[in-house]
């Protein structure tokens, strides 16, 4: 007898920034591997994180939120979600229950509405902890008439409700064919690339409204050690000499409690002690330089006017 058929294949996850994309691939996965803040635009690339449900392998893609784009590091971004969709097998469009329409789902639908392609979309309302069940079947409808979703799904990425049931349904969806990452393989995404975006999730936490924009981290080397441990050096790149300070914090502070929760974060994420390193560089035009970009994951074309 021949073995069930596996089926296998790419789900890119869109939205709005902090619709909760990077929570429910988070959550779909069973692991951390994307950063998750309250403020927008917190992904800055397309990460990839894979699941296994029953014969699927599902390769959920998170994409940085669509938001109109103004600057260079915008365009890229954005560039970069919708070839996340581009390249899927299956798109989710993740918006706020308790936000309903807005502007910007109202841009994403357009945008849907005249691609050239087939690719099926289902729509998942996420936060639904956030609203009373009623204003869901309107919503729900208003969003129905708008676009022809495969499906409508009512989730909670941040409590687990209604996840089940889509990550079933998404496996159900897949094509067949054979597996495209080991079985026990988590995230795509170079783990220094996972180290520098741990520690620029506790900056982001950390820092005032403005600030984190204009902020990248690099690991700039990655030793490991005879004992077992990882020495990692990281830069964290600002764009003006202000900002420094700020990151420094009264007595280097605020940088201390940053490379602590991030050394926390990645030992865990990791499994061995780590030696954290932060240095950082004031690079008043690094929002231009490619190199930037790449590290990211993100392609300095793209952000072309
Ligand atoms: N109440 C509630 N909050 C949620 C839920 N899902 C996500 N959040 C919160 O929403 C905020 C944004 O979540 P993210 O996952 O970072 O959102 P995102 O869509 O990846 O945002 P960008 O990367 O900026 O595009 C975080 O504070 C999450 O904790 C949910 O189901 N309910
Ligand atoms: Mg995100």
Known sequence: ?????????????????????????????????????????????????????????????????????????????VAAAWGGAADADIVVLLIEAHRGITEGVCRIIETLQE??????????????????????????????????FVETFMISAERGHGCDTLRAWLAEQLPEGPFLYPEDQIADLPMRMIAAEMTREKLT???????????????????????????IDQI???????????????????????????RLELEDFLGRRVHLFLQVKVRPNWLEEAARYSEMGLDFKDGNA
């Open 236 to 262: 964290i790149y600002v764009a003006r000499d202000g900002h420094k300070g700020i990151v420094l914090g009264k007595g280097g502070e605020t940088v201390k409690a940053v490379s602590k929760a991030a």
């Open 205 to 231: 936490l950390r820092l005032h409204q403005e600030l984190p924009y204009e902020l990248t981290v690099e690991t700039e080397g990655w030793e490991e050690r005879k004992d077992g441990s990882a020495r």
């Open 115 to 148: 691609r050239e392609t087939n690719v099926p979309v289902a729509l998942a309302i996420n936060k639904i902890d956030k609203v009373k069940s009623e204003a869901l079947l309107a919503l729900t409808q208003d969003m129905n008439d708008a676009y022809p």
């Open 1 to 77: 007898m021949s073995e069930a058929q596996t089926k296998a294949g790419f789900i890119a996850l869109i939205g709005e920034p902090n619709a909760g994309k990077s929570t429910l691939l988070n959550r779909m996965v069973g692991a951390k591997v994307s950063i998750v803040t309250h403020k927008v635009q917190t992904t800055r690339a397309r990460i990839r994180g894979v699941a296994m449900e029953g014969n699927s392998q599902l390769i959920f893609i998170d994409t940085p939120g669509l938001f109109k784009p103004r600057r260079r590091l915008d365009r890229a971004m």
